[in-house]
């Protein structure tokens, strides 16, 4: 309602002086001649329609121009969308392919190993620290590190605490127990340490 | 044109998505995953934790950790770490606080505007401590919608034609 009131106020406050400054002069031309200015003002209204179509008809253009140019973006876009997101899925199954193919020489060493096995405890005990050692440096060349150690000082971005104890003789935040080493690649952490933490 | 963002805040999880060319896109937290876990956490020297991090220390520090801060949202009961009083709308809003850093993190935008779910259940004053949470955590909470209303509409149900859809919330 107060929205709709103050235009209006506006309107009446600013007439009165235009009024009392244009009425008199129009007054005297429409006098002198009506009929060439009755022609005139036809004609004023005449070239005011026609170039009020006219900018709408640009306008209208414009609006089409723009109204295409935003369907081909939104459909470039969805298909940059798809081809993206299709490129992802290849990447990870290449990168999966690569790993697994880097981890498949060990695998093939523990089905040999089984097969060829004579119940010699020793020679089995052997093979397998070889096997990890081989284990260890694939994972080595794949960037893969491993981390966590008792003794350390807990910190939750790279350990998971699973068990706590009170413990004078250990210090505070004190790691006392490895569950499973963490691996990390890079600023990136495959797996958390699983650990105990004194105090 | 600044972007809205939605945010599921759970109970034991919470997750952040945004419209990206007409379809909802979760947003994942810097570790990587699509939900973080609705834990905050402060460390012996006062340090904040929110998420991941916090929940991987809980059992070494359970003094000054908070867990499930939801259930006792639109209550009175505070939370005291070393001292300090915190409200559940407080804790929440640390939540919230590192939903909004995430997701502005994978936009490279700030947001400032956010819509927050709660359970269809929630009375007047939860879902207003809910509304508060967001403001503490610097959003402007547009709308505070049922979480089974928001899996309506991530299914689609707005833009196919009549259809009957049954929503089950199973919770936890």
């Known amino acids: 309602m ?29 006098a002198a001649t009506p009929e060439s200015e009755r022609k005139h003002k036809a004609r004023e209204e005449k070239r005011e329609l026609a170039a009020a179509k006219e900018k709408a008809a640009e306008l209208e253009k414009a609006l089409a121009e723009e109204k295409e140019k935003y369907l081909r973006m939104f459909a470039e876009y969805d298909n940059f969308r798809r081809r993206s997101q299709k490129e992802r899925d290849g990447i990870y199954t290449d990168a999966v392919s690569d790993v697994v193919g880097a981890i498949l020489p060990i695998a093939d060493n523990l089905e040999r190993a089984g097969r060829y096995s004579d119940g010699d405890g020793e020679k089995v005990a052997e093979g397998l620290r070889l096997t990890m050692n081989a284990l260890s440096e694939c994972l080595t060349k794949l960037g893969v590190t491993a981390f966590g150690e008792v003794g350390d000082k807990f910190d939750p971005n790279l350990h998971n605490a699973i068990m706590h104890e009170e413990d004078e003789a250990k210090g505070e935040g004190e790691i006392v127990e490895v569950f499973q080493p963490g691996y990390r690649r890079g600023d990136k952490i495959i797996r958390y340490a699983m650990v105990k933490v004194a105090n | 044109m600044a972007k809205i963002i939605g945010i599921d805040l759970g109970t034991t999880n919470s997750c952040v998505a945004v419209y990206e060319g007409g379809e909802p896109t979760v947003i994942p937290n810097p570790e990587g995953n699509r939900t973080t876990p ?68 994978f936009l490279g935008t700030e947001v400032k505007q956010a819509v927050i779910t709660v359970p269809a259940y929630f009375s007047d004053a939860q879902r207003q401590a809910t509304k508060d949470a967001g403001k503490i955590a610097g959003l402007d909470v547009l709308r505070i919608i049922n979480e089974p209303t928001a899996a309506a509409l991530a299914y689609g149900l707005d833009k196919e034609g009549e259809q009957k859809i049954l929503i089950f919330d199973l919770v936890g």
């Open chain 2, 38 to 105: 609705s834990v905050v956490a402060f460390s012996k020297t006062g340090e904040r934790m929110v998420g991941q991090v916090a929940k991987r220390q809980a059992i070494t520090n359970p003094d000054r950790t908070v867990m499930s801060i939801k259930r006792k949202m639109g209550s009175d009961e505070k939370v005291e770490i070393d001292g300090k009083k915190y409200s559940p709308q407080e804790i929440s809003a640390m939540i919230l606080q590192k939903m909004k850093a995430d997701a502005e993190a």
């Open chain 1, 2 to 30: 107060e929205e709709n009131k103050t235009p209006v106020e506006e309107t009446v406050k600013e007439a009165p002086p235009a009024e009392t400054a244009d009425a008199p002069a129009e007054a005297k031309a429409e």
